[in-house]
């Protein structure tokens, strides 16, 4: 069996936008296959008894971040708009990224949803905006919005979001190896990618 890494991120995630945009290409470079996992931190902070990002809470820390993202990005040749608000919803994003319609090409479209959110300053909260998305891919917008209404669906990303949880995910990127090793961050993809290369079920 191929390695394979589990990546989670969450669309409204600063960091899971860099990890996004560099994670096929390293993961190639070491034969490990990618499982997108998108899920809600929302309701992870909320058990924390958090009703924001943390970013958010902290001052200092969100002043941080914001530099930091601002460098790491100028290094890896992104574009970076800081969206406002922030953190958006990103309950529609995560819902059309599980949907059938959606699914086969979830990490193009994920990827998209990071660049017109984090490098154009999209609202990701924004139908119109995420059916560009869909649209742009080749798809069917109209299906795929239905869809994401749907009751399967919306459990499918419970689900996801509860999985997070029983893995005691507390923020995104986080990486998750076959044999349960869990990274968290963007600068740990690396260190999981090489992890999991290692591993052998």
Not at 40 to 55: E, M, N, V
Request: glycine share 6%; aromatic share 12%; net charge positive.
């Amino acid at each position: 069996m191929r390695p394979k890494l589990d990546f989670w991120y969450e669309f409204a995630s600063t960091y899971s936008y860099l990890a996004a945009l560099r994670i096929e290409a390293l993961a190639k470079e070491r034969n490990v296959d990618i499982a997108w996992r998108p899920f809600l931190l929302g309701p992870i902070f909320k058990a924390q008894g958090w009703d924001t990002s943390p970013f958010n809470l902290f001052p200092h820390k969100g002043a941080y971040m914001w530099r930091d993202i601002e460098r790491l990005c100028d290094a890896q040749g992104l574009k970076f708009r800081r969206p406002e608000p922030f953190p958006q919803s990103s309950l529609l994003a995560a819902r059309l990224a599980l949907t059938p319609e959606v699914t086969p090409r979830r990490a193009e479209f994920s990827r998209r949803v990071y660049l017109v959110h984090f490098a154009e300053g999209a609202r990701i909260d924004d139908e119109a905006v995420l059916r560009g998305i869909v649209e742009s891919l080749g798809l069917d917008a109209d299906t795929a919005l239905t869809q994401s209404r749907s009751d399967a669906v919306k459990l499918g990303l419970r689900q996801a979001t509860d999985e997070a949880m029983r893995l005691k995910l507390f923020g995104a990127p986080s990486f998750v190896t076959l044999k349960g090793e869990v990274f968290w961050g963007n600068d740990r993809l690396e260190t999981a990618l090489g992890w999991a290369s290692k591993e052998r079920s």
